[in-house]
T-cell receptor, first 113, second 116 residues
């Protein structure tokens, strides 16, 4: 089945220790998104890719970076995680169709100690 | 202004009864889409139902229906015959198309608890 996969599902890191989260898709969608979701809150868009074009949200901290080496894969790098970065990180994809939903991965729960 | 407003932080419903989750939106884009997602405690966002701004009829998907009132800018989700497995967080979202991608705006969510 076509899907969006995220690894790892759970990640624990130390304060200040870089961490990378990965996302892959078999849907061949042009657009990939990274969201941060803190407990009991709405998902917050960090950035998105349209093919290889990277688009940062204005309020995304510089601490968050992303790479998309090819259509299928996208990575979220947190260079120096702080305690406030503890959250669920959701990867999603979408086609360019106006009627299509976003397709979400299962998420990575990140805990910064 | 908020793009998507969900005014019910939490709702309770008795098993087998119907429940309505409220959602209002704000946009000047004439072509937009409205979505509802379910998020169980496991964290995965599950797509439930879609309504396009030009759709004349309310969307239905099994036990889910969307009460779309365009003039009032509301898109309420109706779940009929609630089941215990419906207990979850529910998010209303709106899609606007900006240049070359679809941007999705999410409401703050409603936590639904289904009582046996």
């Amino acid at each position: 089945d076509a899907m969006v996969i995220q690894n790892p599902r759970y990640q624990v890191t130390q304060f200040g220790k870089p961490v990378t989260l990965s996302c892959s898709q078999t849907l061949n969608h042009n657009v990939m998104y990274w969201y941060q979701q803190k407990s009991s809150q709405a998902p917050k868009l960090l950035f998105h890719y349209y093919d290889k074009d990277f688009n940062n949200e204005a309020d995304t901290p510089d601490n968050f970076q992303s790479r998309r080496p090819n259509t299928s894969f996208c990575f979220l790098d947190i260079r120096s995680p702080g305690l406030g970065d503890t959250a669920m990180y959701l990867c999603a994809t979408s086609s360019l169709s106006r009627t299509d939903t976003q397709y979400f991965g299962p998420g990575t729960r990140l805990t910064v100690l | 202004a908020q793009k998507i407003t969900q005014t019910q932080p939490g709702m309770f419903v008795q098993e087998k009864e119907a429940v309505t989750l409220d959602c209002t939106y704000d946009t000047s884009d004439p072509s937009y889409g409205l979505f509802w997602y379910k998020q169980p405690s496991s964290g995965e966002m599950i797509f439930l139902i879609y309504q396009g701004s030009y759709d004349q009829q309310n969307a239905t998907e099994g036990r889910y229906s969307l009460n779309f009132q365009k003039a009032r800018k509301s898109a309420n989700l109706v779940i009929s015959a609630s089941q215990l497995g419906d207990s979850a967080m529910y998010f209303c979202a709106m899609r606007e198309t900006n240049y070359n991608f679809n941007k999705f705006y999410f409401g703050s969510g409603t936590k639904l608890n289904v009582k046996p």
